[in-house]
């Protein structure tokens, strides 16, 4: 029985090694290996005036995947404009429901509504983000967020 758990152990800490083996190998290739630091304490979400959550950039920087989406809830714009950017983006209308730009354009037809985002592409959130540096000040072990912003905001990759 001892044995058993022994094994079971070891398992856990091998997983728990890969695990770790793959985060930081990716976050070195995005080129922000302390992005692995962060612990998620969710302070930048609270005061970010786009409804962006800042652990979106991080986690993307740990993936190297600024394709990955993240929760942002306060950005406005067209619907032709959403379209255009990614017809998968969730929006979340005045009833609170939630639904893709491409189902929203199925039925509203009119490119001009304004629609307010509540999860799109990591990359793209980079692109609406006017750097305001909120995130970062609140970030109780100084992690520079804004880098990562500036660095997708160029190009929407690392
Ligand atoms: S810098 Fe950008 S992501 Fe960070 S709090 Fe300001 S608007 Fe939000």
Redesign the pocket.
């Known amino acids: 029985m001892k044995k058993k758990f022994i094994h079971i152990n070891v398992f856990c800490y091998l997983c728990i090694a890969a695990f770790l083996a793959i985060t930081i190998t990716t976050s070195i290739k995005s080129g922000y290996p302390w992005a692995t630091t962060c612990y998620n304490c969710v302070l930048?979400r609270q005061?970010?005036?786009?409804g962006?959550d800042?652990y979106g950039f991080i986690s993307a920087a740990i993936t190297n995947d600024p394709e990955i989406y993240v929760d942002a809830t306060n950005i406005r714009m067209r619907l032709g404009n959403a379209i255009d950017i990614d017809p998968e983006m969730i929006l979340r209308l005045p009833d609170k429901s939630l639904i893709t730009a491409k189902q929203l354009a199925l039925i509203k037809k009119d490119m001009d509504y304004e629609v307010t985002t509540c999860r799109i592409k990591v990359k793209d959130a980079a692109t609406f983000?006017?750097?305001?540096?909120?995130?970062d000040r609140v970030c109780p072990i100084n992690l520079p967020?804004?880098k990562i912003?500036k660095d997708l905001k160029d190009d929407g990759k690392f």
Do not use: A, E, Q
């Open positions: 930048g005061i970010c005036p786009l962006i800042p983000c006017p750097l305001c540096g909120n995130c967020v804004l912003i």
